[in-house]
């Protein structure tokens, strides 16, 4: 019997036979691969978890189709492709490339036999969110709970001791478990420095310096922000009133009921500069701030009601987390639904890392190591990195590398073909300003201030989504097109100095800057 053969089997299968697969013996059960935390190898167990404490995870369902569905995703995202932008609606990837509903029933049907309660399932199925006490969850999912100290970053967490365990009927279905360790929190990507008044680049500069002021103001667009934390609105109106530019008040969309906005937490300033920039850039575009709770679960969550809400074109993410410490399971669910998304024409566009090409130092990985960020590094996502920019009142100066700027080659993901097809994906694809020494005027927390990183050049590539006028999706195709094409010149500003440790810029492409800053109109007269 073929695995999808068992699964459908499984679905009708009667109360009792649903009991005894839960109550299965370890040698009927298989191992799900890449759930587990990689803090465990630098970490000492304390003891066991307590039995009693209820836990929520996400079971993360297979895709169908993947193969089909990269193929659809290269023809639609191939300006040379007659499929072109000829996206798919959120039915239509359910109909051919989600799980389907008797993937969920019978994995969800699993679940509760093992005496775990099915709390949702998102909207596009990727996702069954159980609850339990530890016991249940050790029961449920074949394996242990312990209580951890990290060695590195002196702290305690909980992590499952082995991958969890399902029976193969179960685990032909199920891409992983998310959730089942509390260890990693997304980190925001930005510096700031206090300012006594508006200092740094504001919406001016910004947009003569890029080229955007021929491009209009993103009206009829929305941009999503993918965020751990909350804003206040006064501050967003307060740099709206010293800028003039009458956008469009930000709208909070809760995932899984994070909404940080009555008390925001260390990551404020992040939320605001991501919504400020953005307005900057495309002062008519809507903004919808998504707040997800921080953690593998939440990421992965806010991932899937992005794509199954469709509300948006563009996505910028300033957060993130080196590959090395995350769990592959984890990155493979919220991968997916970045498919489902770029698959619908949503772009992304995520922050390189602020580290340098060492993007794990201020994880327990540590600052030795050559690493990138992810979602940066996801092939569907174009990472972006930073520059130092220098300006003529509000006429494009010159760019050099900055430092800071995350960029390397991901120990994740295969090249794809754009990218030579050969080896493994390099980061970052693009770059914008991200000096704090060359920063941008933000207004948070009630006062003025200079911010950095490439928490600052990710909105505002999301920006120039925006001013685009139309659903680009995964942009990395047709941008790597451009740049090895005759309009290069034209459409990119090319930053040939500097270096993020172990690697330089040069001419073309590199792995501190990509391809370079865009120069917006020539940009979006290229992109077509």
Sequence with gaps: ???????????????????????????????????????????????????NQRLTVSVALKLRN????????????????????????????????????????????????????????????QLITVSGTTAQIQHGFGTTLGVYQDTAEHRAFYANDSAPKLPAQVSSLVQGVVGLSNHNAMHKRSVARPAIAPSGFGPSELRGAYNTGSLGTGSGQSVALWEFDGYQKSNISAYDKQFQLSSPAPQTVSVDGANYDSKPGGGQGEV??????????????????????????????????????????????SWGLCEKDREASTITATSNAIKQAVAQGISFFAASGDDGSADCTRS??????????????????????GTTLSVNGTEYGSET??????????????????????????????????????????????????????????????????????????????????????????????????????????????????????NGAGLVKALG
Excluded at 15 to 27: G, K, M, S
Excluded at 364 to 376: E, K, N, R
Excluded at 477 to 498: C, E, H, I, N, P
Aim: glycine letters at 12%; a negative charge; aromatic letters at 8%.
């Design 364 to 385: 327990q990985t540590g600052p030795g190591v050559d690493a990138v960020d992810y979602p940066a590094s996801d092939p569907n996502v174009t990472g972006v990195g």
């Design 66 to 125: 993947n193969s089909e569905l990269d193929s659809l995703i290269a023809e639609v995202s191939n300006p040379h492709s007659a499929r072109y932008h000829q996206f798919l609606t959120p039915e239509q990837f359910a109909q051919r490339y989600a799980p389907t509903q008797s993937d969920v029933d019978g994995v969800s049907a699993y679940l509760r036999g093992s005496g775990l309660r099915v709390e949702k399932v998102s909207g596009n199925r």
């Design 1 to 51: 019997m073929t695995s999808r053969s068992r699964a459908l089997a499984l679905v009708s299968c009667p109360l009792p036979l649903l009991t005894a697969l839960a109550l299965a013996a370890p040698a009927q059960a298989e191992a799900l691969h890449g759930n587990l935390s990689p803090a465990l190898s630098h970490s000492q167990r304390a003891g066991d978890l307590d039995s």
């Design 401 to 518: 590398a900055w430092s800071g700027s995350g960029g390397g080659t991901s120990s994740v993901f295969d090249a794809p073909s754009w990218q030579g097809g050969s080896g493994k994906r390099t980061v970052p694809d693009v770059s914008s300003d991200a000096d704090p020494q060359t920063g941008y005027a933000i207004y948070s927390a009630g006062s003025w201030q200079v911010y950095g990183g490439t928490s600052c050049a990710a909105p505002m590539w999301a920006g120039l989504a925006a001013l685009y006028g139309k659903r680009l999706g995964a942009a990395n195709q047709a941008l790597y097109q451009v740049g090895k094409g005759d309009q290069y010149a034209s459409a990119f500003q090319d930053v040939t100095s500097g270096s993020n440790g172990s690697f330089s810029a040069g001419t073309g492409y590199d792995q501190v800057t990509g391809w370079g800053s865009y």
């Design 272 to 317: 605001e500069l991501d919504i400020e920039i953005v307005q900057a850039m495309a002062p008519a575009a809507a903004t919808y701030v998504y707040e997800a709770p921080n953690s593998d679960a939440g990421e992965t969550d806010m991932a899937n009601q992005i794509a199954t809400d469709n509300k948006v074109s563009v996505v910028s993410i």
